[in-house]
């Protein structure tokens, strides 16, 4: 068996990375250990970065890895792979995580939005890959999903007005019910 010849394999996203307009971490999650310290993959971010920032390409190869990339506003998405990774699918997950969080954030997809709303990117991310095996690429399941996991959250772990939204909506449910007298 000749050893050149890759097998192939479900896992396919290495890191999912969303930096600001001046190349510093927003989002980043690694599913190996490419970079395993934080020194270093926010090495490599910058590298990324100040190779990426000023074209207007979708596609990199850095360091051994394949890297597809979009910007928008102020913010700039990034979605790696190895260098024998196939691009449309890395290109479907980046498409896959922007509409979808386009569409989560009301066409606002900038970093003021996105920071207040990084729950919301964790479980999007999460719908869409996992441990690096690429999960979900349709962003209206992803949203539907998101919407989903959203509403089954503890009590405890809520702010303040999804407490109140909650108790108000059951209170105007209480008026509807006749409790025998």
Do not use: W
Not at 109 to 120: D, I, S
Not at 133 to 144: R, T
Request: charged letters at 25%; glycine letters at 4%; proline letters at 3%.
């Amino acid at each position: 068996m000749d050893s050149s010849i890759l097998e192939p394999s479900l896992y396919t996203v290495k890191a999912v990375l969303i930096l600001d307009n001046d190349g510093d971490r927003l989002y980043a999650k690694y599913y190996d250990d490419t970079y395993p310290t934080v020194k270093e993959q926010k090495a490599f971010e910058k590298n990324i970065f100040n190779k990426t920032h000023r074209t207007d390409s979708e596609i990199a190869l850095l360091e051994g890895l394949t890297v597809v990339y979009k910007s928008n506003i102020d913010l700039f998405f990034y979605v790696i792979g190895s260098s024998h990774e196939n691009e449309l699918m890395l290109m479907a997950v980046l498409n896959c995580l922007f509409d979808s969080l386009s569409q989560m954030l009301r066409k606002n997809v900038e970093r003021r939005a996105l920071l207040e709303n990084m729950e919301g990117l964790f479980l999007a991310v999460d719908e869409i890959v996992d441990g690096g095996v690429i999960l979900e690429s349709d962003p209206q399941q992803v949203v539907h999903r998101v919407a989903l996991r959203g509403d089954d959250v503890p009590l405890t772990e809520q702010t303040v007005t999804q407490v109140r939204k909650t108790i108000l909506a059951s209170l105007s449910m209480l008026r509807y019910i006749n409790f025998p007298t």
